[in-house]
């Protein structure tokens, strides 16, 4: 029933948020699991990297900006989000769609 | 307005059994990085990517040259105006080099990696990378020349291994 959550959230077309400041740790509990994505602890280090910088810099970080500002090398991104990381960490997080093209 | 699922992460190559086949036949720094942020961009999105590398496009990956190598500057049309170089000019000994360390400069004010360094991020991605058997042979090269992870194939099997794949000649 963890999905519930998601119906009070405002999604675009693409199923990211509109708005990253509603965000919360158990949106994106939900979101994650509408996207068959298991989290970990190594998860949430991505997660709460990609929530702090786009507090910063207002975009969502690319990858190669998540793989050198953490200790999450290239390999495991992709362990972690198999099938397309950058969106989906993205989206788990509650940020917009990626754009950066690295 | 649609709630997240795996079916709107349509690109995946599990879910959208989508593939893109690079050809990458040209190895000066300018033409080199193409097919290098379209595949990246592509495992970005999950998409599968099989990269292909001959003639030129060899020496992205060949462990000797690929820290080196460099922007033509003589019969090159496609130069930025910002390191535009007079072809006549361009033939003097040096230009080559400046004109690739400034765009190794600009490369590098972007964030984009060195292609040894490119190509590493690729194969870690995930991302399959294949020497052309004939241009190795051309070259004398064997598999102990090329970048860890790379494998070398024929043209042929490149094809068997592209069946319905997106492919892109760069």
Not at chain 1, 47 to 68: N, Q, V
Request: hydrophobic share 45%.
């Amino acid at each position: 029933m963890t999905q519930d959550i998601l119906d009070n959230v405002e999604f675009d077309a693409e199923g990211f948020m509109v708005k990253a400041s509603d965000w919360t740790k158990e949106i994106g509990e939900a979101i994650a699991e509408a996207l068959e994505v298991e989290l970990t602890d190594r998860h949430w280090h991505v997660i709460d990297f990609a929530r702090t910088d786009f507090e910063e810099s207002g975009e969502p970080p690319t990858l190669r900006r998540i793989t050198k500002q953490t200790d999450v090398d290239m390999k495991e991104i992709y362990q972690l989000f198999p099938d397309g990381p950058a969106k989906l960490a993205a989206n788990i997080a509650g940020l917009k769609k990626p754009t950066g093209c690295i | 307005m649609a709630k997240p699922s795996r079916a709107l992460h349509k690109s995946s190559g599990t879910n959208g059994n989508r593939k893109l086949a690079l050809i990458a036949s040209k190895g000066s720094l300018d033409m080199a990085y193409p097919p290098l942020i379209l595949a990246n961009a592509a495992r970005m999105s999950g998409i599968d990517v099989e990269m292909f590398f001959t003639f030129w496009g060899l020496d992205m990956i060949t462990k000797k040259k690929m820290k080196n190598l460099n922007v033509a500057t003589v019969g090159n049309p496609n130069m930025h105006p910002w390191f535009h170089i007079p072809t006549l000019l361009g033939a003097l000994p040096g230009m080559s080099a400046a004109a690739s360390w400034m765009m190794r400069g600009e490369i590098k004010k972007l964030g984009f990696p060195r292609v040894p360094e490119f190509i590493e991020q690729l194969i870690d991605a995930g991302a399959n990378v294949y020497g052309c058997k004939m241009s190795m042979d051309m070259m004398k090269l064997t598999e102990a020349d090329l970048v860890d992870g790379a494998i070398v194939l024929g043209a042929m099997e490149f094809m068997d291994l592209t069946e319905g794949a997106q492919i892109v000649f760069v």
